[in-house]
């Protein structure tokens, strides 16, 4: 058998040539450089000064209502460095700016919160998530305690 050389543009004798591929098409859509682009939803901080009055505790939740409105973020991030002494009137403050929050669509998020506080607001039975901390969670399925025989029930 002999093989016969094609010349450029014509196929050799017998054979079949197939029609010349275009080069491909310019794309219409260049990818930016650089990292893209994220949109986070960046919540609002509102800033709790000195100690707050029972009368300015219905402004504050307007704000926290409005706030979770204007910005869509679902979270209020209250600073309470600045709240002074804790007391039943901070708890109660908190309390009314969590639930206005939940009925808002949100929650708050707590603020360098004084140790104090913290533990009021533990003793109180009132979770708040704070910043800069890592969630409390369920220990994994599977996981129990030990057990002595002879400790008593809890």
């Known amino acids: 058998m002999i093989l016969a050389a094609a010349q450029p543009g ?3 004798e017998g054979s079949y040539a197939a029609p010349p591929v275009p080069p491909p098409a310019a794309m219409s ?12 939803m960046t919540p609002a901080v509102l800033v709790l000064d000195g100690p707050v009055t029972r009368d300015e505790v219905t402004g504050l939740c307007d704000d926290v209502r409005a706030r979770l409105e204007d ?20 708890v109660d403050l908190l309390a009314r700016l969590e639930l ?14 004084d140790p104090r506080l913290r533990a009021l607001l533990n003793l109180v ?14 220990p994994p399925l599977g996981v129990e305690e030990a057990v002595e025989p002879g400790d008593p029930a809890v």
């Open 71 to 90: 910005t869509g973020a679902g979270v209020v991030v209250c600073d309470v460095a600045g709240l002074g002494p804790p007391g039943l009137g901070t």
């Open 10 to 12: 014509r196929a050799a």
């Open 29 to 40: 859509y260049a990818s930016p450089a650089g990292l893209p682009i994220v949109d986070a």
């Open 100 to 113: 206005t929050a939940k009925r808002s669509g949100g929650r708050i998020r707590l603020r360098d919160p």
């Open 125 to 138: 039975g009132l979770r708040f998530e704070v910043e800069g901390l890592a969630e409390q969670r369920e």
